[in-house]
């Protein structure tokens, strides 16, 4: 138990569906993330929310859509997919962006048929 | 930008030590972290080195040269439960923010 909870754990979606993947931190940290995991890849960084505000988003189609109504809660809102974003999507907290260290979530493994 | 460069893949016995490289590039940097991932699991943070030198806990070590823009994972004592995979990441910095970016992984196989 890493105090980041991620639901669903698994996904299976359409291409023309719309779901979204939850992230709930229980740290009390200030900056959240989202990664994305694919087989045979690094984790990639998709987006970056310190104190609510978005500060990174690393050229991340807009198929998907982050949302961060709290400090702790992180929304990635999902619409027409392709099955090559199958993947499994991590989020990650932090105290602060720069330094120390990120706590993960189990993850969301999600597939595009 | 930022890219790491670490091996895919280490086999060892246990009891055996391995070590895992990790080179960087980075247009700003602030730390080099090490994550370690059990499959179907969430990575964890093992150790960062903010600073040049050898940074110990327990079985494992991590190790930074700024200068050579490197370091390396140490595992001691190996034991199967440390069969994972191992990721370096980099704190780099921008105007737009703070971020961490990891390597590839490498993958740790410890045999009896």
């Known amino acids: 138990e890493t105090g980041v909870t991620q639901t669903p754990r698994h996904l299976v979606m359409g291409m023309t569906n719309k779901k979204s993947l939850k992230c709930e931190q229980h740290?009390?940290?200030?900056?959240m993330y989202w990664y994305k995991q694919s087989a045979k890849k690094p984790l990639e960084l998709m987006f970056v929310?310190?104190?609510?505000?978005?500060?990174e988003n690393n050229s991340v189609p807009s198929r998907f859509s982050p949302e961060c109504p709290n400090s702790s809660h992180l929304f990635l809102h999902l619409h027409t997919l392709q099955p090559e974003d199958s993947a499994l999507y991590l989020c990650?907290?932090?105290?602060?962006?720069?330094?120390?260290?990120?706590?993960f979530g189990e993850g969301s493994r999600l597939t595009v048929l | 930008g930022q890219s790491l460069e670490q091996p895919s893949e280490v086999t060892a016995v246990e009891g055996a030590i391995v070590q895992i490289n990790c080179t960087y590039q980075t247009s700003g940097f602030y730390g080099l972290s090490w994550y370690q991932q059990h499959d179907g699991g969430a990575p964890t943070f093992l150790s960062y080195?903010?600073?040049?030198g050898l940074e110990e806990t327990g079985r494992f070590s991590s190790f930074l040269s700024r200068s050579d823009s490197y370091g390396y994972l140490l595992l001691q004592e190996l034991q199967m439960k440390d069969s994972a995979s191992y990721f370096c990441?980099?704190?780099?910095?921008?105007?737009?923010?703070?971020?961490?970016?990891f390597g590839g992984g490498t993958r740790v196989l410890v045999k009896p």
């Open positions: 990441a980099v704190w780099g910095f921008k105007a737009a923010g703070n971020k961490l970016t």
């Open positions: 740290l009390g940290h200030n900056a």
């Open positions: 929310y310190s104190l609510e505000e978005r500060v």
């Open positions: 080195n903010g600073l040049d």
């Open positions: 990650a907290s932090s105290q602060a962006t720069g330094t120390g260290e990120l706590f």
